[in-house]
């Protein structure tokens, strides 16, 4: 199986920075897309930032500010996320889908949510 670890959720100032990260071990054969997603109080479970080999992607709300990256040897994804805004306030998910050891398909993970609050 796989399990997912994640990190540095916290309480920050507007305007801060926070980094969070999150860390997949178990029987991991290979990871594809790494990625997080937040859900705010009320809302839907929304994309926040997603990274392949190739590409990535940022949701509008956070294009500038929020940087995905990840370590292909460790099998961590990161998000470094800047100049923070109340409406930032959520928790965050990693997700990662994997090929485990000995299948022929992949499947998403979740990571159990870091709360990343924005407030003076």
């Known amino acids: 199986q796989v399990q997912l670890a994640e990190s540095g959720g916290g309480l920050v100032q507007p305007g801060g920075s926070l980094r969070l990260s999150c860390a997949a071990s178990g029987s991991i054969s290979s990871v594809n897309v790494m990625g997080w997603y937040r859900q705010a109080p009320g809302k839907e479970r929304e994309l926040v930032a997603t990274?392949?080999?190739?590409?990535?992607r940022y949701a509008d709300s956070v294009k500038g500010r929020f940087t995905v990256s990840r370590d292909y040897t460790k099998n961590t994804v990161s998000l470094q996320m800047n100049s923070l805004k109340p409406e930032d306030t959520a928790v965050y998910y990693c997700?990662?889908?994997?090929?485990?050891?000995?299948?022929?398909?992949?499947?998403?993970?979740w990571g159990q949510g870091t709360q990343v609050t924005v407030s003076s």
């Open positions: 990274i392949s080999r190739s590409t990535r």
């Open positions: 997700n990662l889908w994997v090929v485990t050891i000995g299948s022929r398909y992949e499947y998403d993970y």
